[in-house]
Every structure is written in structure tokens, then in C-alpha cells.
């Protein structure tokens, strides 16, 4: 028995580690083919090795690309995305574990809005971030994908999971809603 489970440890990892490398080769290629020249990007028979290293690519990235602005607007919409994941899940939250009038018809009305395909939207979205002077804009970019009722919904499903139990012992030993909800 000791020795059909060894075997079938060796067997999965020997999956796992062909897996990682298969997953892992892209990002190996994609690496290694920054320091090549175009030339020998453009190769019919293309090698995974440098022949000639060079650095070319990176100085024409920071001096010729303005890399610096497309980064700069990567982490502004990323960290506007991850208060979205907050204004999400306290929606979630406020939906798993509160009671309050109206909370059915509210989640009701936020899952309704997931029936209308986003190319119904596309169009008035543009004419009122349009008419609102957002385009062009970090807040045209961020806000109409800020809060979203797929998320929300996701969340309250997650968060019906925690026992209120767990939550009232929290109350009990003085724990406020804010701390529980970032517990």
C-alpha cells in the first residue's frame, strides 16, 4: 500500500512539474526574446537563446515608447479598480448580513441589471461620460465599471457563507461593523 501511494505521489508530481514548465515556457520565451534583436524575433526558425544579447529593446522602451505614462495610467486605473473591489463587497456585505426595508427589491433591482448586455449600454454610457466632460478622462475610464452587480452578487453569496455567529461573538467582544467587515 506504502508503495502505491509513493508511486502515486511521484506520478503527480512529475505532472505538476511538466505543467509548471509548460505554463512557465511563455513567460521564459517572452523574457528571453527581450533582449534579442527584431531580426532575430522575425527568424523562420525562430531560437530560444540570444545569439547576440543586447539591451536595445529596453533604452527604445524608456526613451521612445513614454513608458513611463503607460504605467502611470495602468496603476491609477488598477487602484481605482481595487476601491471598486471594495465598494463591491460592502454591497455584498451590507446585502449577506443586514436587514433593512426594501433589501429584497434593492437586490432584486442590482441583479436585474445584470440581464442588459453591456452593448446596450456602451452607447448612452459614452453620451452621458460625454456630456458630463469625462472623456478622455481617468474618472471616464474608471466610474462606469466602478461598482458592478455581478460582483455584488458574487460577494453577498460569499459572505451568506459566514456564520452570524462568528459575527455576533465579534459584537459581543466589541468588535464595530467596520472591523468585522474588514475582518
Sequence with gaps: MKCRQKAG???????????????????????????????????AVP???????TLEN?????????????????LIVTIYSMLGVLFNS??????????FRGKRFLFVLVL??????????????????NQAGLTDTYTGIV???LIGAFAIFLFRQFIETISDDFLEAARIDGAGEWYIFLL
Design 47 to 53: 531560437t530560444f537563446f540570444p545569439e547576440k544579447p
Design 143 to 145: 466610474l462606469p465599471g
Design 112 to 129: 436585474s441589471t445584470m440581464m442588459i448586455p453591456a452593448q446596450v449600454t456602451m452607447i448612452p454610457m459614452y453620451l452621458m461620460m
Design 9 to 43: 505521489r511521484w506520478m503527480l508530481m512529475v505532472v505538476l512539474l511538466t505543467t509548471g514548465c509548460m505554463v512557465c515556457f511563455p513567460f521564459f520565451w517572452m523574457i528571453l526574446s527581450s533582449f534579442k534583436t527584431n531580426m532575430e524575433i522575425g527568424r
Design 58 to 74: 529596453f533604452r527604445r522602451l524608456f526613451s521612445d515608447m513614454n513608458f513611463g505614462k503607460y504605467l502611470k495610467n495602468t
Design 90 to 99: 460592502m454591497g455584498g456585505y451590507a446585502f449577506a448580513k443586514f436587514r
